[in-house]
């Protein structure tokens, strides 16, 4: 991947030992371009999909998962920097470049990263067909199917389409974001005469017909653009199809909200109508689509040719999610069951005597997320329960976290639920579940207008003994039993008063605006938790300075923030050993001589979605140690996450919690060779093989076998 910096005046890469610490620090090519570095992990997403290591319809999600990551990039990254070229502003990125400047490097790499798409698209139509697969043309089709296909068309297909005859006089239709629409240049037969037609496909069409089966293996589709094609005679009587084809709208798709909106849903649901109608970002044609037609469309979206692009097949590639649901165990991941902690079940499912005996860490999706939904709804049904607080910003359509809080409410307890109206992406959803939820009788509060509350908590206030206590459920991912059989993450419960009382001072600081004094347990954004975090990589420094071991190990999504990569940097120069995993955006450059010789960053990508959030500090040891300091919470090493949005990270200090993180979690990600990627000083990233002496290790098969387990068998000096 090239990354498209321009040359610094200091040529950091190049020459660092030549220059001051002062020079170093000044010179923007210390970071990676943020956009281009997301851009490189979806390319190794993408990669996942030429894997032979995973079932051929595994691999087609993973062609499916990056052609949706790319999508949005576009709907609110790339919207963003077209946003501020066409409003003249040329503030730079922290890299050194310009709106301008990043929207070139991004459109090279796009293509290529389209490119590769396509090529692996390619390929697996090949596979599929292998597997009896099989994507036909309605001309390729016998008759007996073609009769079937015919009344498929006329009653599920063709009451649904509005032919559209076009018109240079007429408004072009709308076509919503993602939309995709057919375009036909038509000659009627009578006189020849000319016109071009347009239909819209409804949301509801399913884009690729299983025709009825020859036997149990074998599978043929039709796709819905082709259908439409053969039987064009029923929408267009006496027009013969001179050529056709699809194309597709991305539309900007971030909100803009008012500071002081003084009805917050109502503003969200206007924003969100604004958005369905955002300004065209890219316009995607089908590369069979004739250029003239492909022209008319252009002009009548007014986009700028170098926001088009030519796409194989588009609706096949936009579409595979429905190819990858082909139930075909065989072309599958074997399923696999998450085991539910012996802590839960040796007290017969009583979460509340589990919790409160003894700390506990479930690790996602290799123990239940069960036990979090369990937890609600048994506080919902227990009378003891008085109080319930909840902070949701994504959570799955059938939510049943959800309804234990309506439950609760209904049964007359006290309930909170701070939603997220800015969850992007999820808002229509979250407004509907907050008039759901203050129909029941819960307390509904939206937090802050200008932060996103984007912690993780849960707090139940118990009758006990004639006395309240409180058992809290802090995490790393959201509160949606879907994405958590499929996401890692750490789900951490407690009922220790001290941990609980922060937690409850973070519930009134959401919804009472008062910031709480000094916490010591629980680290705060965007009160402290980034001066917390410099804090601990300082104290590092000094453990190595003062000759002591200076050892720090970080997993999370992202780190983009400038001050906390500097101070990274910083440590590194001071001796101290860093190793991160950092699953997609990486802006620190590792590995750069005078730098950051001493940290190393790799990305994992596998079956799961790598998401859990934790940083932990050798104390002067090196890591694993005893001694040292764990974090774990909701927040990324971004910007936003430490300075616009709510984020809680919490201190580990059961000494089994300790271990289970630092021997088992952090311990398998940095030996696995099977599913992990080496970020280089340029931004790009190599897989990693293991070499001959080497034991194959993958941490998520590992993990899915011995879920509790510590790795004991295998030497620290591995990782």
């Known amino acids: 991947m090239n990354t498209h910096n321009p040359p610094m005046e200091t040529g950091i890469l190049a020459d660092v030992e030549l220059y001051t610490d002062a020079e170093i620090f000044s010179d923007p090519g210390r970071f990676m371009n943020r956009e281009l570095s997301w851009l490189e992990f979806n390319r190794r997403v993408l990669q996942e999909s030429r894997s032979l290591k995973n ?63 396509q090529d692996c698209l390619s390929a697996m139509v090949e596979n599929l067909a292998e597997e009896n697969i099989n994507i036909v043309s309605p001309d390729a089709v016998e008759p007996s199917k073609l009769n079937w296909l015919e009344d498929y068309y ?79 005679d029923r929408l267009f009587p006496g027009f013969e199809v001179r050529g056709f084809g699809n194309f597709r709208v991305i539309r900007d798709s971030d909100l803009e909200i008012e500071e002081e909106a003084e009805d917050l849903v109502l503003t969200f649901e206007t924003a969100l109508k604004r958005r369905r109608r955002g300004s065209v970002i890219r316009l995607e044609f089908d590369k069979g689509l004739p250029e003239g037609l492909r022209n008319f469309v252009s002009s009548a979206l007014e986009i700028d040719p170098a926001q088009t692009v030519l796409i194989d097949d588009l609706l096949l590639l936009t579409n595979l999610p429905e190819i990858v649901e082909i139930e075909r165990k065989d072309l599958k991941f074997v399923p696999f069951a998450p085991r539910f902690p012996e802590a839960v079940r040796q007290h017969d499912g009583d979460c509340f005597q589990a919790i409160g005996e003894k700390d506990l860490l479930l690790h996602h999706p290799y123990e239940s997320f069960d036990v979090v939904v369990q937890f609600l709804a048994q506080a919902a049904r227990d009378p003891d329960v008085v109080a319930i607080k909840q902070t949701l910003y994504r959570t799955s359509n059938d939510s049943p976290i959800v309804a234990a809080l309506i439950e609760a409410a209904e049964a007359g307890k006290s309930v909170m639920a701070l939603i997220e109206l800015k969850a992007r992406f999820d808002e229509e959803a979250n407004i509907r579940w907050a008039r759901d939820l203050e129909r029941a009788g819960v307390q509904v509060v939206f937090g802050f207008v200008g932060w996103k509350t984007h912690s993780k908590l849960s707090m139940v206030v ?4 004639g006395v309240f206590r409180s058992y809290v459920h802090i995490g790393t991912g959201n509160y949606h039993p879907v994405t958590a059989r499929v996401y890692t993450d750490l789900s951490f419960f407690s009922a220790k008063p001290a941990i609980a009382h922060e937690v409850a001072q973070v519930f009134n600081f959401i919804t009472g605006f008062a910031e709480p004094p000094k916490l010591e347990t629980l680290a705060v954004s965007p009160i402290a938790l980034r001066a917390k975090l410099i804090e601990l990589i300082e104290n590092e420094v000094a453990h190595a300075k003062a000759g002591r071991k200076g050892h720090i190990w970080g997993k999370m999504n992202a780190i983009v923030d400038p001050d906390i990569i500097d101070a990274f940097y910083r440590a590194s120069q001071a001796g101290v050993k860093i190793e991160l995993v950092v699953r997609g ?109 080497a034991e194959s290790f993958n941490a998520q098969e590992c993990l899915m076998s011995n879920p509790a387990g510590k790795l004991a068998n295998r030497k620290a000096s591995e990782i």
């Open 462 to 465: 118990r009758r006990e003994d």
């Open 585 to 693: 955006i990486c802006c620190l450059r590792p590995c750069v001589q005078g730098m950051s010789e001493n940290i190393t960053v790799k990305s994992i990508v596998g079956r799961f979605l790598e998401h859990s959030r934790i940083l932990c500090f050798g104390n002067g040891r090196s890591l694993p140690a005893d001694k040292s300091v764990i974090y774990m919470g909701s927040a990324d090493l971004m910007p936003r996450n430490l300075d616009r949005r709510i984020e809680t990270m919490v201190r580990l200090d059961d000494a089994d919690i300790r271990d289970k993180v630092l021997n088992q979690i952090m311990k398998a990600n940095f030996l696995d060779n099977q599913q992990s990627w080496e970020i280089l000083p340029n931004g790009s990233s190599r897989q990693i093989s293991p070499n001959k002496e």
């Open 154 to 232: 006329t009653t599920r297909v063709f009451p649904l389409l509005t032919p559209l005859s076009m018109d240079l006089a007429l408004p072009f239709p709308f076509i919503p974001n993602r939309g995709h629409a057919l375009i036909f240049d038509l000659k009627r037969i009578e006189d020849n005469k000319q016109m071009t037609a347009f239909i819209r496909l409804p949301e509801a069409v399913q884009r690729f017909i299983p025709l009825p089966e020859r036997n149990e293996d074998q599978i043929d589709l039709v796709a819905i653009d082709q259908l439409i094609e053969h039987f064009i």
């Open 55 to 117: 079932p051929l319809l595994e691999r087609l999600r993973f062609l499916s998962i990056s052609v949706s990551n790319l999508d949005e990039f576009f709907m609110v990254r790339v919207a963003g920097l077209t946003a501020q070229l066409h409003q003249n502003v040329d503030t730079r990125s922290v890299d050194g470049l310009t709106p301008l400047e990043q929207l070139e490097a991004i459109g090279e790499t796009v293509i290529e990263l389209q490119h590769n798409q």
